[in-house]
């Protein structure tokens, strides 16, 4: 059974600090993704990775960036975390770059 | 740039109902569409895709039908349960970047 799974599911932090998001998949998909999902506007992509140390902006990277160097984890950080990056953050990967596959999420409140 | 519009951001109805989510989009490559359904504090599930024009998918009750002449992909289901209240996203890739453009997504909720 494909899988995604995300670390940690809830996570609250102070303005000002760092935080850290980590994804994995076990189907060695190459490509993986981060979006942020806020209500009445949908799922926006922020990052997305083709493969190892391969990533490219999706349509609201800033204030975050990414990090692969395994083909199954990719992670996504938040340097200064700011109060409107309060949201639901999903991870997915892709077998061929059109269907893929999400995580469970992780609610982050930036506080 | 690809656009997805789903125009109802709402929908509710009596269960045993037929239903339709409408779904339109812009692109300049060849589509291809996808609905995503998600429950309630859970992730995103592909329930339909398609990129063969005037083809009916199905899967788990729903269906739809791509139509490039109209460039439309709605969801429709002959008789909604309880169970299919949820978010649904129509989604839409065209160059093979992997990059998926979502719409807003229509709530159902259907009730007893």
């Known amino acids: 059974d494909m899988k995604v799974t995300q670390m940690p599911r809830y996570l609250i932090k102070r303005m000002g600090e760092n935080v850290l998001l980590e994804c994995g998949q076990d189907?060695?998909?190459?490509?993986m993704y981060w979006y942020r999902q806020d209500p009445g506007l949908g799922l926006q992509l922020i990052y997305i990775?083709?493969?190892?140390?391969?990533?490219s902006e999706g349509d609201i990277p800033k204030g975050y960036r990414v990090s692969r160097k395994k083909r199954e984890h990719f992670s996504l950080i938040l340097d200064s975390a700011k109060t409107n990056q309060t949201s639901v953050y999903f991870c997915?990967?892709?077998?061929?770059?059109?269907?893929?596959?999400f995580g469970p999420g992780t609610r982050l409140t930036v506080l | 740039g690809d656009s997805v519009t789903q125009t109802e951001g709402l929908v509710t109805l009596t269960k045993g109902l037929p239903v339709m989510l409408n779904c339109t989009y812009q692109?300049?490559?060849?589509?291809?569409l996808f609905w995503y359904v998600q429950h309630l504090n859970e992730a995103p599930k592909l329930l339909l895709k398609?990129?063969?024009?005037?083809k009916r998918t199905e899967h788990q009750g729903f269906y739809a039908t791509l139509h490039k002449s109209s460039s439309s992909f709605h969801l429709q289901k002959s008789s909604v349960q309880l169970s299919d209240s949820a978010l649904y996203f129509c989604?839409?890739?065209?160059?093979?970047?992997?990059?998926?453009?979502f719409g807003h997504g229509t709530i159902l909720r259907v009730h007893p």
């Open positions: 692109t300049t490559y060849s589509p291809f």
């Open positions: 997915a990967s892709s077998p061929d770059n059109y269907e893929q596959y």
């Open positions: 398609s990129s063969t024009d005037n």
């Open positions: 990775s083709y493969d190892v140390d391969s990533n």
């Open positions: 989604a839409l890739t065209g160059a093979n970047t992997g990059k998926l453009t």
């Open positions: 189907m060695s998909h190459e490509t």
